[in-house]
């Protein structure tokens, strides 16, 4: 099959490649880019591993072609601290309240996280545990992934 010419902006960095029409946005992010903070995990849709924001929006990376992003921005794991390192409000917070264990999951729940919070500041502890829902950790049991985004969640209220 022909390969289709796509323009994206990749963490703010503009990028054109040339992508076979069925590859995934996962395998460009990671093969083509060379991003490869954002993880597969199921590679069907389960695990929400290879969560990227996609303008704006959480999406599964493994889901999406690349095709589809075409004229879109896109932010993986590797965009959220600041320029300098600085990490970001959520990435500070799963450091802090054990959010993490081996660190598989981690860049899927951060991108949720930070996307669940843009959309609602202020969530109870039912809307994060329905917000990370699609977000699979082997490790952590969960709690200190609630802790870490109520505590996200906090942390932002006091900067406003
Ligand atoms: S790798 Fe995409 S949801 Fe599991
Ligand atoms: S920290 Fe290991 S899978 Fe979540």
């Known amino acids: 099959m022909t390969n289709i010419d796509i323009e994206v902006r990749v ?18 992010l990671r093969v083509d880019c060379g991003l490869t903070g954002t993880h597969l ?24 072609f690349a095709v589809q992003a075409d004229g879109a921005e896109i ?21 802090d309240n054990h959010g993490l264990q081996c660190g598989f999951c981690t860049p899927g729940f951060v991108m ?13 502890d039912d809307e994060i545990r329905e917000g990370i829902s699609g977000n699979l ?13 109520r505590a996200a969640a906090e942390a932002d209220d006091q900067s406003h």
């Open 41 to 64: 995990g199921c590679e069907h849709g389960v695990c929400g591993a290879c969560s990227v924001m996609l303008d704006g929006e959480a999406v599964r990376a493994c889901l999406v």
């Open 11 to 28: 963490n703010g960095v503009p990028q054109r490649h040339s992508v076979p029409p069925r590859l995934t946005l996962a395998d460009f």
């Open 75 to 95: 932010t993986t794991i590797e965009g959220i601290a600041s320029k300098d390192g600085t990490l970001s409000t959520v990435q500070a917070a799963f450091r």
């Open 112 to 124: 949720t996280a930070t996307a669940l919070l843009k959309d609602n500041p202020r969530p109870s």
């Open 137 to 149: 950790c082997r490790c952590t049991g969960y709690q200190g992934i609630i802790a870490a985004v």
